[in-house]
């Protein structure tokens, strides 16, 4: 009996029909076939077709469900471990390098914040500006405590300037000061600036009187003098050391001075008794009415020659700074993110050369175009998954070290995580289009004879 069932061409979706007859079920051109491809030697692992329909003596392509294309997705990965290891660690790199400049940056300004916090951003500094005739300006003796008539003021301190050296020892060569100050320091000058000793102790009613000094951290260090009870010499005569102090974020000009009583300065020291710098502390709400009342309180005659600032202000500046560094370096991240995404390309185009047999069998077997893109598709952003999320981890873990090592709470914002994550599967997925494209573009015929 002759068949008179005619099959069309095939089209770009559909695989080749396939004849009617006794065996394909019911003899008028419609029934099932199921099958399951296991291995196929040398070819490569194609993976399950599934139910294949046939109506009207042409093929119904099978529909693969988010398992199956995840699944022949990971094949592809396997069977090539390091060439993807190596893909991945190009993407890893990029997306690491993002993350940590922006940990290290949020945990500084972490830092900074807490810093601030504990130091607090209401201390206000008082000094006289060069007058008109570029003579030196300075603030009448009365200034600190006229400063410390305005009502939302809490603490007022001063130093003033003296024209003493400090040595270690009366043998050093006059001029070799080390740029080191020494300063008449009122004894309410500590808790003012929210400074602290590190050794010894803090000039009190007693010490002020007499040649006692005491040094910052960076004098300190200077002169290799760190012990209470050491000698120095100052202003031609010996003064005794009570103590050191560490480092003052909101007035780092105590780090490199001498600090003297306010009455031994006088004493000793010739002293004029004329404050050079005035620390206030005001209630935060406060802040900027008393900045606007210093000027004309510290110095009536002259408020023009009063110059206020805020030194915590200082602090946000250098963050400002940092901020600026950190887009460069993030800059530089999206460079060696978007390398490995060509890594990820160029892999994705080998690896279609490579397995032209195993595309053109499982056309021949029924697999659509769009089945063949989508596979390798998948294939790039499991890729990039992969390398995205180790990124990820080994940013995290260089931003975790370095905040540690300095003592930085460890910030890594949500957002850096997920938007390193979403450009890699973004690069992957537009990496890996173009071969996935001209995966399946391949004829059966012609990917089965170019094996």
């Known amino acids: ?28 051109g419609r029934g099932r076939v199921r099958g399951d491809v296991g291995d196929v030697g040398d070819v490569g692992d194609v993976g399950d077709v599934g139910d294949v329909g046939v109506t009207g003596g042409r093929l119904r392509a099978a529909r693969l469900g988010p398992q199956d294309i995840v699944r022949l997705g990971g094949t592809g990965l396997r069977t090539r471990p390091l060439r993807i290891f190596l893909s991945a660690l190009g993407i890893a790199i990029g997306v690491a390098a993002m993350i940590a400049v922006v940990g290290i940056s949020g945990s500084g300004r ?20 060069d007058s008109l005739d570029g003579t030196e300006a300075k603030l009448p003796h009365e200034a600190v405590a006229m ?10 301190a001063a130093t003033g300037a003296t024209s003493a050296h400090i040595y270690r020892n009366e043998h050093i060569a006059i001029g070799r000061t080390g740029s080191l100050e020494v300063l008449a320091a009122d004894r309410h000058l500590l808790p003012a600036v929210g400074g602290h000793i590190r050794r010894g102790r803090w000039l009190d009613s007693a010490t002020e009187q007499y040649p006692a000094v005491v040094l910052g951290s960076t004098a300190a260090g200077r002169l290799d003098v760190y012990t209470p009870g050491t000698r120095v010499w100052l202003g031609d005569r010996w003064f005794s050391l009570v103590g050191v102090l560490d480092p003052v974020p909101l007035a780092p000009e105590l780090d490199s001075a001498a600090l003297v009583g306010w009455p031994a300065a006088r004493t000793y020291l010739r002293f004029d008794g004329h404050p050079s710098t005035v620390y206030v502390r005001s209630e935060d709400s406060q802040i900027a009415e008393v900045r606007g009342v210093l000027p ?23 963050e400002a700074t940092e901020s600026a560094l950190t887009g460069l370096l993030l800059g530089l991240g999206g460079v060696a993110l978007l390398v490995g995404g060509v890594g990820v390309g160029n892999t994705m185009v080998i690896s279609v050369l490579e397995r032209r047999p195993e595309i053109g069998l499982r056309r021949a077997l029924g697999a659509t175009r769009g089945q ?32 540690l090592s300095r003592d930085w709470p460890t910030v890594v914002p949500v957002w850096a995580s997920a938007a390193g994550i979403g450009c890699t599967l973004l690069i992957g997925m537009l990496a890996g289009l173009y071969p996935a494209v001209r995966a399946s573009r391949l004829s059966p015929t012609e990917a089965l004879s170019g094996s």
Do not use: H
């Open 372 to 403: 063949i893109r989508t596979q390798f598709v998948t294939e790039s952003l499991l890729l990039s998954l992969i390398g995205g999320l180790g990124g990820t981890v080994l940013g995290t873990a260089i931003t975790a070290a370095y905040a």
């Open 110 to 129: 972490a830092e900074v914040d807490r810093r601030l916090d504990a130091l607090g951003t209401n201390l206000l500094r008082v000094a006289p500006s």
């Open 1 to 28: 009996m002759t068949d008179d069932t005619t099959n069309g061409p095939p089209g770009d979706d559909a695989p080749p029909a396939l004849p009617s007859g006794p065996r394909g079920g019911d003899g008028r």
């Open 147 to 156: 400063i410390g008539r305005i009502p939302p003021v809490r603490q007022v």
């Open 296 to 318: 004309a309180t510290a110095y009536p005659e002259k408020p023009g020659q009063v110059r206020i600032s805020r030194p915590s202000d200082a602090l946000a500046a250098r």
